[in-house]
């Protein structure tokens, strides 16, 4: 847990049994000792990501956990006000960064680091699929997507147009380079690690958006695509290699 975060979980419950998932979710039965789940502020970033961002990611997550299982890692997250209150389906940039943030960070501490990051992959798929996607005509993706073109040329304008339409639509900052071999994707301003000190670079949601981008754009194929720098472990931005021949 990053320093300054939002939340503190204390006091175990008693029984091992509880200890985890459930044991955030038996809060609220009574006459028995539960996980308290302390709040203190976490500063909020003056960033925006879209409402229909965080409600996309939102609701991936509650698709693949439940209802009880959102709710406490919306709990977890020190965002308790979410619950039943999504974010509004819109193009409005009012999602704090450091509220995305604290939602991932839940997700690895309640599902661990892998199962977290497994998790915020579909997300970020999911992300994609419903939200940028809606974005192809008007910037030319879904022209570019039925074309006729070699797939290096399909790559090459995709990631560039994706990049361009995040950083116009959010405060989050994109830029793409060709190094090769690879396409070096860079996330200047991260609403993935807002704040937050780890070990591994930790920005996963963008990983499973650049996959599901491509996996698009090619008619079916997977790329390689990884996370090689990160703001939460010290360097200056967020940046994936992303290979330019697809894996299938
Ligand atoms: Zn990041």
Redesign the pocket.
Same mark, same amino acid.
């Given at each position: 847990m990053a320093e300054g975060v939002a939340l503190v979980v204390q006091a175990a419950h008693p029984e091992s049994s509880h200890r985890g998932l459930e044991g955030a979710l038996c809060c609220g039965v009574q006459g028995r000792k539960h996980w308290e789940v302390a709040k203190v502020t976490r500063e909020k970033s003056g960033l925006y990501y879209l409402n229909k961002g965080g409600l996309i990611t939102i609701l991936a997550l509650e698709n693949i956990m439940g209802k009880n299982g959102i709710n406490a890692i919306l709990n977890m997250a020190g965002l308790p006000h979410l619950i039943d209150n999504y974010p509004p389906d819109n193009l409005a940039r009012e999602f704090d960064f450091a509220d995305y943030t604290a939602l991932l960070e839940a997700l690895e501490d309640m599902y661990g680091p892998r199962g977290g990051r497994g998790l915020a992959l579909r997300a970020g798929r999911a992300t994609f699929d419903r939200v940028l996607k809606d974005f192809g005509p008007m910037v030319g993706m879904a022209d570019l997507a039925f074309k006729v073109l070699p797939l290096n040329v399909k790559v090459k304008v995709g990631l560039r147009v994706m990049g361009e339409t995040i950083t116009k639509l959010t405060d989050q900052i994109n830029e793409v380079e060709d190094a090769g071999d690879h396409y070096l994707y860079k996330?200047l301003q !991260?609403p993935? &690690?807002w704040g937050r000190k780890t070990d591994k670079p !930790? &920005?996963h949601v963008?990983t499973g958006l650049l996959q599901e981008g491509l996996h698009w754009l090619s008619g079916g194929k997977e790329f390689r695509v990884a996370e090689v720098a !990160?703001?939460?472990v010290g360097d200056e931005s !967020?940046d994936y290699v992303v290979y330019k021949e697809p894996l299938s």
């Open positions: 996330i !991260c993935q &690690c !930790c &920005c963008a !990160c703001m939460a !967020c």
